[in-house]
């Protein structure tokens, strides 16, 4: 593996071989010094274009866990502002002496182009609503924690799925993994064209409640609301939220999971957000250590300490 | 006196393709002479296997000149065109300031003429600043020549000015060129909508965003009278809409891009921006059925929608890279390999067919006495598509394998481009 940059066409023993070492960084992660000299004196460029808080941060405290130094960049500060080219920024922080780049943008394929220019090895971070692979793997490693084994299970993926990279990352590595995945949005924000698409879609939230060990809510982005994607956020509670009431009607073992940032209130209710079944934080906990094992198999790093 | 004589060459004559091998004789800008076998005068040229025929004319070219020459500008792109076959384009107005004025106008045709390789036409906005919001000068831009109009890069949404324009225009027989791409359908749009777009989460342009401005037009071309000219048609719903409106009689013309026609939305796949352009490249049915427009006469014309783009312009990902790509350079290649037409029908739409749109009465000609804009055009010759003679490099036809060659453009009688060797300017730059 020379990249990481999307979840389309990872084959099971790629998926399976960077969630075993998360597992194992998960570990490290919770021992008295959090920390291992893997990746001591590799650099990791974090080159987020578009603003994030989280997934930055989580690749950074990654990286450090490693032993590994970072770069920072962001947009606020950057020369994108006045003109400058994304291969020309990218070519600069290379310059600096970046060891593998983590690429977040919102534009289509910005890490294949910035893999295409840096040749340095590229970690998607988020491309536009394509591709977000170390969301999936996060998520992928909080499910096979939780149930043993992703096969078998059967996912709901509930909510924006036309706008959402964490959706088209979570289908690929979900199935691959065994699992089965109904998408569920209205109309108007699931893809227009979802053939060659491993999963079942539906319009129906109720309808498929009860059936699945997994509803992952994505976020809805308000605003959406008002380009008229849906007509109201009241509504689209109503028909998509997950409130208190569709949790209860959940099978008594089903967990509930979100890429966060939450919107309480909207996509999910508080009563919801803050039940044990909610895994949200172990999500998270979850990022770090799959960001770990992505960084450590993609520079190369040696297990001995 | 400048003489020149082609020889042993299929010529593709005012009727039609002239009977065995024949020589042409070019004298002082003119076509002096065509037949068998004829006695040289000046150096004579051996096209054996090859097509002579009248030199291409674009009547979709973006010249960047004004105020874009990073890109391309009129003396680059008069190169590009002959190193094509191409003897005119028809410079887009979408340039800064926009083509909304009679000077304006006459600037392009100025530069174009102290170039030299090519002539230059100028066509003329719809509105003002291509804002949609009224009328262009039309008056002033129909007293410098342009008889083309178009706000080309976007629709002229509003209907009643559209209407007003028509009326205005088709009294003095001036052609409404539409880019008909409807924006709220295309909001946000990067790509063609359906099974790519829908994978890669970037925003469709369905295929209705084009055909419900060409059937509204089409009612408004009723209403008024007016010539009304397709740009780019990507759709084969669209094709079907030029077709039945051609059969009831209304006047109407289409073009077709070398890009649309090769190219489809797997191409975009790899998310490399070389690939973007609008309209969007479309499904494999759609191509099929733009071929077989051109092949039934429903298309009329091959235009390049030439847009160049610097380098550093495309180094972007996808939605931050502009739209366009160029193609003065292959067209004529892709059209002989993938619609199949014979000589006399590739001159139509690539020579005839946009010189009557464009109203170029010594252009889409080639007969004894007419002036010497020829093209000598190798269909099996392999293209050269190891660089770009254009300023811009933003060609999906770099590197490809493409079967078919510009041996030689003559431009009133000069010799413009010789294997893309291309001859120098006429005139200074200005």
């Given at each position: 593996?020379?990249?990481?940059?999307?979840?389309?066409?990872?084959?099971?023993?790629?998926?399976?071989?960077?969630?075993?070492?998360?597992?194992?960084?998960?570990?490290?992660?919770?021992?008295?010094?959090?920390?291992?000299?893997?990746?001591?004196?590799?650099?990791?460029a974090t080159m987020f274009f578009e603003p994030s808080?989280?997934?930055k941060?989580?690749?950074?405290?990654?990286?450090?866990?490693?032993?590994?130094?970072?770069?920072?960049f962001s947009p606020g500060t950057s020369s994108l502002k006045?003109?400058e080219?994304l291969?020309?920024t990218v070519?600069?922080v290379?310059?600096?002496?970046?060891?593998?780049m983590v690429v977040r943008h919102k534009s289509?394929?910005a890490a294949?182009r910035v893999?295409?220019?840096?040749?340095?090895?590229?970690?998607n971070g988020g491309d536009g609503?394509?591709?977000?692979?170390?969301?999936?793997?996060?998520?992928?490693?909080?499910?096979?924690?939780?149930?043993?084994?992703?096969?078998?299970?059967?996912?709901?993926?509930?909510?924006?799925?036309?706008?959402?990279?964490?959706?088209?990352?979570?289908?690929?590595?979900?199935?691959?993994?065994?699992?089965?995945?109904?998408?569920?949005?209205?109309?108007?924000?699931?893809?227009?064209?979802?053939?060659?698409?491993?999963?079942?879609?539906?319009?129906?939230?109720?309808?498929?409640?009860?059936?699945?060990?997994?509803?992952?809510?994505?976020?809805?982005?308000?605003?959406?609301?008002?380009?008229?994607?849906?007509?109201?956020?009241?509504?689209?509670?109503?028909?998509?939220?997950?409130?208190?009431?569709?949790?209860?009607?959940?099978?008594?073992?089903?967990?509930?999971?979100?890429?966060?940032?939450?919107?309480?209130?909207?996509?999910?209710?508080?009563?919801?957000?803050?039940?044990?079944?909610?895994?949200?934080?172990?999500?998270?906990?979850?990022?770090?250590?799959?960001?770990?094992?992505?960084?450590?198999?993609?520079?190369?790093?040696?297990?001995?300490? | 006196?400048?003489?020149?004589?082609?020889?042993?060459?299929?010529?593709?004559?005012?009727?039609?393709?002239?009977?065995?091998?024949?020589?042409?004789?070019?004298?002082?800008?003119?076509?002096?002479?065509?037949?068998?076998?004829?006695?040289?005068?000046?150096?004579?040229?051996?096209?054996?296997?090859?097509?002579?025929?009248?030199?291409?004319?674009?009547?979709?070219?973006?010249?960047?000149?004004?105020?874009?020459?990073?890109?391309?500008?009129?003396?680059?792109?008069?190169?590009?065109?002959?190193?094509?076959?191409?003897?005119?384009?028809?410079?887009?107005?979408?340039?800064?300031?926009?083509?909304?004025?009679?000077?304006?106008?006459?600037?392009?045709?100025?530069?174009?003429?102290?170039?030299?390789?090519?002539?230059?036409?100028?066509?003329?906005?719809?509105?003002?600043?291509?804002?949609?919001?009224?009328?262009?000068?039309?008056?002033?831009?129909?007293?410098?020549?342009?008889?083309?109009?178009?706000?080309?890069?976007?629709?002229?949404?509003?209907?009643?000015?559209?209407?007003?324009?028509?009326?205005?225009?088709?009294?003095?027989?001036?052609?409404?060129?539409?880019?008909?791409?409807?924006?709220?359908?295309?909001?946000?749009?990067?790509?063609?909508?359906?099974?790519?777009?829908?994978?890669?989460?970037?925003?469709?342009?369905?295929?209705?965003?084009?055909?419900?401005?060409?059937?509204?037009?089409?009612?408004?071309?009723?209403?008024?009278?007016?010539?009304?000219?397709?740009?780019?048609?990507?759709?084969?719903?669209?094709?079907?809409?030029?077709?039945?409106?051609?059969?009831?009689?209304?006047?109407?013309?289409?073009?077709?891009?070398?890009?649309?026609?090769?190219?489809?939305?797997?191409?975009?796949?790899?998310?490399?921006?070389?690939?973007?352009?609008?309209?969007?490249?479309?499904?494999?049915?759609?191509?099929?059925?733009?071929?077989?427009?051109?092949?039934?006469?429903?298309?009329?014309?091959?235009?390049?929608?030439?847009?160049?783009?610097?380098?550093?312009?495309?180094?972007h990902p996808?939605e931050d890279?502009?739209?366009?790509?160029?193609?003065?350079?292959?067209?004529?290649?892709?059209?002989?390999?993938?619609?199949?037409?014979?000589?006399?029908?590739?001159?139509?739409?690539?020579?005839?067919?946009?010189?009557?749109?464009?109203?170029?009465?010594?252009?889409?000609?080639?007969?004894?006495?007419?002036?010497?804009?020829?093209?000598?055009?190798?269909?099996?010759?392999?293209?050269?598509?190891?660089?770009?003679?254009?300023?811009?490099?933003?060609?999906?036809?770099?590197?490809?394998?493409?079967?078919?060659?510009?041996?030689?453009?003559?431009?009133?009688?000069?010799?413009?481009?010789?294997?893309?060797?291309?001859?120098?300017?006429?005139?200074?730059?200005?």
């Amino acid at each position: 593996m020379k990249h990481l940059l999307t979840m389309e066409g990872v084959d099971r023993a790629t998926l399976d071989s960077l969630l075993d070492d998360a597992d194992e960084f998960y570990e490290v992660m919770h021992r008295p010094i959090p920390k291992v000299p893997a990746l001591r004196g590799k650099t990791v460029a974090t080159m987020f274009f578009e603003p994030s808080t989280r997934t930055k941060l989580s690749f950074e405290r990654a990286a450090k866990a490693l032993s590994a130094d970072t770069l920072s960049f962001s947009p606020g500060t950057s020369s994108l502002k006045k003109g400058e080219s994304l291969k020309d920024t990218v070519l600069t922080v290379k310059a600096m002496g970046a060891d593998l780049m983590v690429v977040r943008h919102k534009s289509t394929g910005a890490a294949w182009r910035v893999a295409e220019w840096a040749d340095l090895p590229v970690v998607n971070g988020g491309d536009g609503a394509h591709q977000h692979p170390t969301q999936a793997l996060l998520d992928a490693l909080t499910l096979r924690q939780h149930f043993g084994s992703l096969d078998g299970l059967r996912i709901a993926i509930v909510g924006d799925i036309r706008h959402s990279r964490v959706a088209r990352s979570d289908v690929w590595a979900f199935t691959t993994l065994g699992a089965e995945v109904t998408l569920v949005a209205p109309p108007t924000l699931l893809p227009p064209d979802l053939s060659g698409w491993p999963v079942t879609a539906s319009t129906d939230f109720d309808d498929v409640l009860t059936e699945v060990d997994a509803v992952y809510v994505l976020r809805v982005q308000a605003e959406r609301g008002g380009a008229s994607v849906f007509p109201s956020v009241a509504e689209y509670r109503q028909r998509f939220g997950m409130t208190d009431a569709r949790f209860a009607r959940l099978k008594p073992d089903t967990i509930v999971m979100h890429p966060g940032p939450m919107i309480r209130g909207i996509e999910i209710d508080g009563g919801v957000a803050d039940d044990p079944r909610c895994k949200v934080l172990e999500q998270v906990t979850n990022g770090v250590a799959v960001r770990m094992a992505v960084l450590f198999q993609l520079l190369g790093g040696s297990r001995d300490e | 006196m400048s003489e020149l004589t082609l020889q042993n060459a299929v010529v593709v004559g005012a009727d039609g393709v002239l009977d065995g091998l024949n020589d042409v004789v070019i004298v002082d800008g003119i076509v002096a002479q065509i037949g068998s076998n004829l006695a040289v005068q000046g150096d004579a040229i051996d096209c054996a296997g090859a097509w002579v025929g009248p030199g291409f004319v674009d009547v979709h070219t973006h010249l960047r000149e004004p105020g874009e020459e990073w890109k391309e500008d009129i003396e680059t792109g008069s190169r590009a065109a002959a190193a094509g076959g191409y003897t005119a384009v028809v410079a887009m107005p979408n340039t800064d300031p926009a083509t909304d004025a009679g000077h304006l106008a006459r600037y392009v045709a100025d530069r174009g003429a102290q170039v030299g390789l090519v002539d230059v036409i100028p066509s003329g906005c719809i509105t003002a600043g291509r804002a949609g919001e009224k009328l262009a000068h039309l008056d002033e831009l129909s007293a410098a020549g342009v008889t083309l109009f178009t706000d080309d890069g976007d629709s002229v949404a509003d209907a009643g000015l559209l209407r007003r324009a028509m009326e205005y225009l088709a009294e003095r027989d001036g052609v409404v060129a539409q880019h008909c791409i409807d924006a709220g359908l295309a909001a946000g749009g990067e790509m063609h909508e359906g099974e790519i777009s829908s994978r890669l989460g970037m925003s469709g342009v369905p295929r209705e965003a084009e055909e419900t401005v060409i059937a509204r037009d089409l009612s408004l071309v009723r209403l008024t009278g007016v010539r009304y000219h397709v740009q780019h048609v990507s759709t084969a719903g669209a094709v079907d809409l030029i077709r039945d409106a051609k059969a009831e009689g209304l006047r109407v013309t289409a073009e077709a891009t070398p890009h649309h026609l090769y190219f489809d939305h797997t191409s975009v796949r790899d998310m490399n921006p070389t690939y973007k352009m609008m309209p969007p490249l479309r499904e494999p049915a759609d191509l099929e059925a733009l071929r077989d427009g051109l092949r039934t006469g429903v298309i009329d014309i091959v235009a390049t929608d030439h847009a160049p783009h610097a380098d550093h312009e495309k180094d972007h990902p996808w939605e931050d890279s502009p739209f366009g790509v160029t193609g003065l350079e292959w067209a004529a290649a892709v059209v002989n390999m993938v619609v199949g037409l014979e000589p006399e029908g590739f001159f139509k739409v690539l020579s005839c067919n946009p010189a009557a749109l464009a109203g170029l009465a010594d252009q889409g000609r080639l007969e004894e006495g007419s002036t010497a804009n020829l093209v000598v055009f190798d269909p099996e010759g392999i293209a050269d598509t190891n660089g770009t003679v254009s300023r811009s490099s933003n060609s999906p036809y770099l590197g490809l394998e493409m079967r078919g060659a510009v041996r030689m453009t003559i431009y009133r009688g000069r010799v413009t481009s010789r294997d893309r060797s291309v001859a120098d300017p006429v005139g200074a730059a200005g």
